[in-house]
């Protein structure tokens, strides 16, 4: 496992929660990072991205909801998530590639380098 990610957890409707996904220097360094959620009986499904020069890129469920922000002196790469809604109840996984289409064009097909996941719940 290359990239690890933190803080998930139970939080009510309406709360927030933010995550963190460290990576190694090499890999960070290269990377577009992206967030990716599953949830049971689901596809994996972007959440967002952000490029090495801090460019976004939101999935339109999160869009308002959501921000995507990278810390290039820590290699880590945080989601933080308001207004949290049961939907939004998932495990939660950190990516890495060097494209940005492959990271935020929503094909898992290419990306190979992923964390071991973090779960959230929202209840209602």
């Known amino acids: 496992v290359q990239l690890v990610e933190s803080g998930g957890g139970l939080v009510q409707a309406g709360g927030s929660l933010r995550l963190s996904c460290a990576a190694p220097?090499?890999?960070?360094?290269?990377?577009?990072m992206g967030w990716y959620r599953q949830a049971p009986g689901k596809q994996r499904e972007l959440v967002a991205g952000?490029?090495?020069?801090?460019?976004?890129n939101y999935a339109h469920s999160v869009k308002g909801r959501c921000t995507i922000s990278r810390d290039n002196a820590k290699n880590t790469v945080y989601l933080q998530m308001n207004s949290l809604k049961p939907e939004d109840t998932a495990v939660y996984y950190c990516?890495?590639?060097?494209?940005?289409?492959?990271?935020?064009?929503?094909?898992?097909?290419?990306?190979?380098?992923w964390g071991q996941g973090t779960l959230v719940t929202v209840s209602s």
């Open positions: 990516a890495a590639d060097p494209n940005w289409f492959t990271v935020v064009g929503g094909s898992l097909r290419n990306l190979e380098v």
């Open positions: 220097g090499s890999i960070f360094s290269i990377s577009v």
């Open positions: 952000v490029s090495r020069t801090g460019r976004t």
